[in-house]
């Protein structure tokens, strides 16, 4: 079956835009994480939704933002983008939330912003 | 390929020997723990899993162990081969909590 879908695979933007990445995950997954990938801080949580409704939320500031449809499928925005959210962006799914569920891991988005 | 970690701890391991990989976890409410695997360009990828009830866990070439006495994992990788070499991260799940990750080790397989 197909895995995490994560769009655009790469993307470069400059400080002051937003951008909106896009998650597909595998099907039956109903819920999707998002985290953030840097070489200095690793992997760090952004937040989790499940049937639509956000579960848990990392300590990011209010830029950055999320949503799950319908479907499962997931979207997350950061607005007035800084140098400092270059990163790659992980999406995760698994079939559900809280402990021992498996996370499974898209590709990612890779952010610049310059 | 794309770096996930420009300052990781790093074990190099000759082609054919087995590897260790250690993670001090912080949580000691954690009952379930994760090690993923991460190669370059890729996202991470699941290897095994073990539960706190449990001390030990085989895979295929691949051994968890667990002490909770230290809050401490580790990965055992037999025979290791260069398809091996990658990033390699334990993470912990508190009960009714998000999935938390180490920081990594960088696993580099010499021939």
């Known amino acids: 079956k197909a895995g995490v879908t994560q769009t655009p695979r790469y993307l470069i933007k400059t400080r002051g835009q937003q951008v909106t990445l896009s998650c597909s995950p595998i099907s039956g997954h109903r819920s999707v994480s998002w985290y953030q990938q840097t070489p200095g801080q690793g992997l760090q949580f952004l937040f989790e939704?499940?049937?639509?409704?956000?579960?848990n939320k990392g300590n990011f500031p209010g830029r950055f933002s999320g949503r799950q449809f319908s479907n499962s499928r997931s979207e997350m925005n950061v607005s007035t983008l800084e140098l400092g959210d270059s990163a790659l962006y992980l999406c995760?799914?698994?079939?559900?939330?809280?402990?021992?569920?498996?996370?499974?891991f898209g590709a990612g988005s890779r952010l610049t912003v310059l | 390929g794309e770096s996930v970690g420009l300052h990781l701890p790093t074990l190099s391991v000759q082609e054919g020997d087995n590897s260790i990989i250690n993670c001090a976890y912080s949580?000691?409410?954690?009952?379930?723990f994760i090690w993923y695997k991460q190669e370059s360009g890729k996202g991470p990828q699941f290897i095994i899993d073990i539960r706190s009830n449990m001390d030990k866990r085989q895979g295929q070439r691949v051994t968890v162990l667990l002490n909770k006495t230290v809050k401490h994992l580790s990965l055992q990788i037999a025979a290791t081969q260069p398809g091996d070499s990658a990033v390699y991260f334990c993470?912990?799940?508190?009960?009714?909590?998000?999935?938390?990750f180490g920081t990594g080790t960088r696993l580099q397989v010499t021939l």
């Open positions: 993470a912990e799940n508190p009960p009714a909590s998000k999935l938390t």
């Open positions: 939704y499940f049937s639509e409704t956000q579960r």
């Open positions: 949580n000691s409410a954690s009952d379930y």
């Open positions: 995760a799914s698994s079939l559900g939330t809280g402990g021992a569920n498996v996370l499974t």
